[in-house]
């Protein structure tokens, strides 16, 4: 119906038809519209085409799209074969929700009805992931570090370096609605991030949820203000240095239960009373190391994304 | 046999997640809807985890009024494996995005084909 429309193919609508179609750039408005072969022609997104550019190359063009059909019918094979084969499995699992499955095993117990007593966290995933296998949560910390470090290398010392752009090239304005939103509720999601954190042994949540949170209020915070705004007290080097310190704690506090909470020996920590903001022991202050971190990378990997440095 | 399918609907539906995603990460020509295709296995691989912990009529597991006992809760292991799977899902998928990235600067463009054979030719 909309397709009766004469400039369709300039509507929103029109180019992500043509995005899904396999089209790229539809997204870039052109200086000069061009018929969709030219288009195509110019800017040699056409392989097919490209292909019959370059005959030297080895293949012709019927054996390249022979290649393609035969690539897809054992695409479609291969699929349907590891779906068959999943299902297959599934016919012989357990019930669903069924409280005697094997999964729900002496380990299970062990976490609801030890946990409370032995890590002082009321909320029982919590004192299960940074005390009996808080070791695995430093190990995933330590990948989203090393995760915003890949692409800060990636994106900054390589060809990204000399593509650093300005607030303007990268189509920000100045929003005079979306900065009054964002200056009553950037704070509000910030304490509320930061709430989330600190009740993370006591509620549902913690130092993952939460920083995500006050990760995305910061990534507010720059869509409405810029980034100017937001390098008065969020630099590469306060990056670094929360990370460091956060992740450096982490290690700390975890290497000392090493010598002093392994093999049935005390940890000299007391755990309080369950139910307390002060109590389980070093969960809390995990909690905030771990919330450090989430909070640092997410927004990081914004800023990496759409400036080309932090 | 649909009888038993129907009662795992959860862990079926999990199943379809992810043979869509896989056939949206080989059949795709776009990085970016490649990338989107892993995205969906990945969710795919949490509702079966989620769907492995759920018990029937019981609760989070939260302690509350001081009830320690093991029929009151659910498995709180899968809910801690689906928090890993979310960290690493992530990382990943910001990885390759940034690889998605260079590959623009590089050939102007996002299909596949079109930047192997780019790359083939500079070799020769």
Same mark, same amino acid.
């Given at each position: 119906?909309?397709?009766?429309?004469?400039?369709?193919?300039?509507?929103?609508?029109?180019?992500?038809?043509?995005?899904?179609?396999?089209?790229?750039?539809?997204?870039? =408005?052109?200086? =000069?519209?061009?018929?969709?072969?030219?288009?195509?022609?110019?800017?040699?997104?056409?392989?097919?085409?490209?292909? =019959?550019?370059?005959?030297?190359?080895?293949?012709?063009?019927?054996?390249?799209?022979?290649?393609?059909?035969?690539?897809?019918?054992?695409?479609?094979?291969?699929?349907?074969?590891?779906?068959?084969?999943?299902?297959?499995?599934?016919?012989?699992?357990?019930?669903?929700?069924?409280?005697?499955?094997?999964?729900?095993?002496?380990? *299970?117990?062990?976490?609801?009805?030890?946990?409370?007593?032995?890590?002082?966290?009321?909320?029982?995933?919590?004192?299960?992931?940074?005390?009996?296998?808080?070791?695995?949560?430093?190990?995933?910390?330590?990948?989203?570090?090393?995760?915003? *470090?890949?692409?800060?290398?990636?994106?900054?010392?390589?060809?990204?370096?000399?593509?650093?752009? +300005?607030?303007?090239?990268?189509?920000?304005?100045?929003?005079?609605?979306?900065?009054?939103?964002?200056?009553?509720?950037?704070?509000?999601?910030?304490?509320?991030?930061?709430?989330?954190?600190?009740?993370?042994? &006591?509620?549902?949540?913690?130092?993952?949820?939460?920083?995500?949170?006050?990760?995305?209020?910061?990534?507010?915070?720059?869509?409405?203000?810029?980034?100017?705004?937001?390098?008065?007290?969020?630099?590469?080097?306060?990056?670094?240095?929360?990370?460091?310190?956060?992740?450096?704690?982490?290690? &700390?506090?975890?290497?000392?239960?090493?010598?002093?909470?392994?093999?049935?020996?005390?940890?000299?920590?007391?755990?309080?009373?369950?139910?307390?903001?002060? +109590?389980?022991?070093?969960?809390?202050?995990?909690?905030?190391?771990?919330?450090?971190?989430?909070?640092?990378?997410?927004? *990081?990997?914004?800023?990496?994304?759409?400036?080309?440095?932090? | 046999?649909?009888?038993?399918?129907?009662?795992?609907?959860?862990?079926?539906? $999990?199943?379809?997640?992810?043979?869509?995603?896989?056939?949206?990460?080989?059949?795709?020509?776009?990085?970016?809807?490649?990338?989107?295709?892993?995205?969906?296995?990945?969710?795919? @691989?949490?509702?079966?985890?989620?769907?492995?912990?759920?018990?029937?009529?019981?609760?989070?597991?939260?302690?509350?009024?001081?009830?320690?006992?093991?029929?009151?809760?659910?498995?709180?292991?899968?809910?801690?494996?689906?928090?890993?799977?979310?960290?690493? $899902?992530? $990382?990943?998928? @910001?990885?390759?995005?940034?690889?998605?990235?260079?590959?623009?600067?590089?050939?102007? $463009?996002?299909?596949?084909?079109?930047?192997?054979?780019?790359?083939?030719?500079?070799?020769?």
């Amino acid at each position: 119906m909309s397709k009766i429309k004469k400039d369709y193919e300039h509507t929103f609508f029109g180019k992500l038809e043509r995005w899904i179609a396999g089209e790229n750039d539809v997204f870039y =408005e052109d200086p =000069e519209p061009m018929a969709l072969e030219e288009r195509e022609k110019k800017a040699g997104h056409n392989y097919l085409a490209y292909l =019959e550019q370059i005959p030297d190359v080895g293949y012709s063009y019927e054996k390249a799209k022979a290649y393609h059909y035969i690539y897809r019918i054992l695409t479609v094979l291969m699929g349907v074969f590891i779906v068959g084969t999943l299902l297959y499995v599934v016919y012989f699992l357990p019930p669903f929700g069924d409280a005697d499955n094997p999964v729900n095993n002496e380990v *299970s117990r062990r976490y609801i009805e030890k946990g409370m007593e032995e890590t002082g966290a009321v909320n029982i995933v919590a004192g299960m992931i940074l005390d009996y296998r808080a070791f695995d949560t430093f190990g995933e910390s330590n990948v989203l570090f090393i995760a915003a *470090s890949a692409v800060l290398l990636l994106l900054k010392a390589g060809d990204g370096a000399k593509t650093a752009k +300005s607030q303007k090239e990268i189509g920000m304005k100045e929003d005079v609605i979306l900065q009054r939103v964002t200056f009553i509720l950037s704070p509000m999601l910030f304490l509320f991030g930061i709430y989330v954190i600190l009740n993370g042994h &006591l509620s549902p949540g913690g130092g993952f949820s939460g920083g995500a949170i006050i990760g995305g209020s910061l990534i507010l915070f720059r869509n409405s203000y810029g980034y100017e705004a937001i390098e008065q007290f969020f630099t590469e080097k306060t990056f670094q240095n929360c990370t460091l310190i956060a992740l450096g704690f982490y290690c &700390l506090a975890k290497s000392y239960s090493f010598f002093t909470g392994a093999n049935h020996l005390n940890s000299h920590i007391p755990l309080g009373t369950p139910g307390d903001i002060f +109590s389980a022991g070093l969960i809390l202050p995990l909690n905030i190391a771990v919330g450090i971190v989430v909070a640092c990378t997410m927004y *990081s990997f914004y800023a990496l994304f759409s400036k080309g440095g932090i | 046999m649909l009888e038993h399918f129907l009662e795992n609907g959860e862990v079926v539906t $999990s199943v379809i997640l992810f043979g869509i995603g896989l056939a949206a990460l080989l059949l795709h020509k776009n990085l970016i809807k490649k990338i989107i295709g892993l995205n969906i296995m990945d969710t795919a @691989a949490y509702l079966f985890l989620a769907a492995q912990g759920y018990i029937e009529g019981r609760g989070a597991p939260i302690v509350t009024d001081g009830v320690t006992r093991m029929d009151a809760y659910i498995n709180p292991i899968p809910s801690g494996l689906v928090l890993t799977g979310i960290v690493v $899902s992530v $990382s990943v998928t @910001a990885l390759m995005l940034a690889l998605t990235v260079c590959l623009y600067q590089k050939y102007h $463009s996002l299909n596949m084909d079109y930047i192997i054979m780019k790359m083939r030719k500079e070799e020769e």
